[in-house]
């Protein structure tokens, strides 16, 4: 089946400590992004890639890294300079053109910094 | 800067009924809008999308209505099913790749 996968599902960092979180996709897409959930705020945009190699920051990227080596993968590093890590992240591609200009999401990570 | 804003965090709505949503938008530029349809820590699915050229989309049960005077947009669940309680989030992008997604509205279906 195509989709995205995020792993791990739940995460426990201690302060200090830096983390990555995966996303792989299957679906060929060239875009893909992170987004952030914090009750009441919605979704905020991390960083997004347009392509490979190449990426851009979003809205809160500040504490936080990326990488695009592979069209496939996403992989978001939350660095100890992130003040509230604590949230749950969800990474997105973008499916455009004839596909029709839709975001799929994966089914998130939660991290708890304890 | 709140670019996209859904104003009511919560709906109630009973089984049979008609639920509407809302999204206000500041940005003019904003040409593709998206409704998305989230269960608790699960990811968003895609319900329903409308290109600026447009002014209504429909699809099933869901009716999505954009007013550019307004900068307003609506989702319409019609009838609304328990299973359609959820938290509903609306998007914005201007031709990019870049979309602004407003805070959510829980919709709460009432059997």
């Known amino acids: 089946d195509g989709g995205i996968t995020q792993s791990p599902k739940y995460l426990f960092r201690k302060e200090g400590q830096n983390v990555t979180l995966s996303c792989e996709q299957n679906l060929n897409h060239d875009a893909m992004y992170w987004y952030r959930q914090d009750p009441g705020q919605g979704l905020r945009l991390i960083y997004y890639?347009?392509?490979?190699?190449?990426?851009q920051k979003g809205d809160i990227a500040e504490g936080y890294s990326v990488s695009r080596e592979k069209k496939e993968s996403f992989p978001l590093t939350v660095t100890s300079a992130q003040k509230n890590p604590t949230a749950f992240y969800l990474c997105a591609s973008f499916a455009g053109g004839y596909s029709g200009n839709t975001i799929y999401f994966g089914e998130g990570s939660w991290l708890t910094v304890v | 800067d709140q670019q996209v804003k859904q104003n009511s965090p919560s709906l109630s709505v009973q089984e049979g009924r008609i639920s509407i949503l809302n999204c206000d938008y500041t940005n003019s530029m904003f040409d593709y809008f998206l409704w998305y349809k989230k269960y608790p820590a699960e990811g968003p699915t895609f319900l329903i999308s409308?290109?600026?050229?447009?002014d209504k989309n429909e699809d099933g049960r869901f009716t999505v209505f954009l007013n550019k005077s307004a900068k307003h947009l609506s989702l319409h669940i019609v009838p609304s099913q328990p299973g359609d309680s959820a938290v509903y989030f609306c998007?914005?992008?201007?031709?990019?790749?870049?979309?602004?997604f407003g805070t959510g509205t829980r919709l709460k279906v009432l059997a």
């Open positions: 998007a914005a992008s201007k031709g990019t790749y870049k979309y602004i």
């Open positions: 409308i290109s600026s050229i447009k």
């Open positions: 890639s347009q392509i490979v190699n190449d990426f």
